[in-house]
C-alpha cells in the first residue's frame, strides 16, 4: 500500500509560479512510476505529467509542454511538479499518481494510488 499527500496549491496570478509536492509513504517509492493529474470544475480528470521510476524519463500532455516541469526525489520518497507561466485554464484540483509500471506514459494508462489532491487557483 502507498499514501500519497499532496501539498502547495494555492492561489497565484496569472503568469506567476508555483511547485506542488507529493509526499509518499509506505513501499519503495522508487518502484513506481508517478504522475500528476488534474480535475477543473465541471471537467473530467486529465493527466498533466508522468516520470519513470528512475527520473531519466519524463512525459507531458500538451497543454503544459514547456511550462510545467515534473521531477523526483527518491532519497525524499517526493515527486514535484514546477508549474511557470500559469493561466486561468490551469485552475483545477491536481492529484498525484502512482504505479507499479515503470515507464512515465503509463501512468496515463494505469494508476495503481492516487492522491486527494491539492487546489491550485489561477486568478486573471
Known amino acids: 500500500q502507498v499514501q500519497l499527500v499532496e501539498s502547495g496549491g494555492g492561489l497565484v496570478q496569472a503568469g506567476g509560479s508555483l511547485r506542488l509536492s507529493c509526499g509518499a509513504s509506505g513501499r519503495t517509492f522508487s518502484s513506481y512510476a508517478m504522475g500528476w493529474f488534474r480535475q477543473a470544475p465541471g471537467k473530467e480528470r486529465e493527466f498533466v505529467a508522468g516520470i519513470s521510476r528512475s527520473g531519466g524519463s519524463t512525459y507531458y500532455a500538451d497543454s503544459v509542454k514547456g511550462r510545467f516541469t515534473i521531477s523526483r526525489d527518491n532519497a525524499k520518497n517526493t515527486v514535484y511538479l514546477q508549474m511557470n507561466s500559469l493561466k486561468p485554464e490551469d485552475t483545477a484540483v491536481y492529484y498525484c499518481?502512482?504505479?507499479?509500471?515503470?515507464?512515465?506514459?503509463?501512468?496515463?494508462?494505469?494508476?495503481?494510488?492516487w492522491g486527494k489532491g491539492t487546489l491550485v487557483t489561477v486568478s486573471s
Open positions: 499518481a502512482a504505479n507499479s509500471w515503470a515507464t512515465a506514459q503509463s501512468i496515463i494508462r494505469h494508476v495503481d494510488y
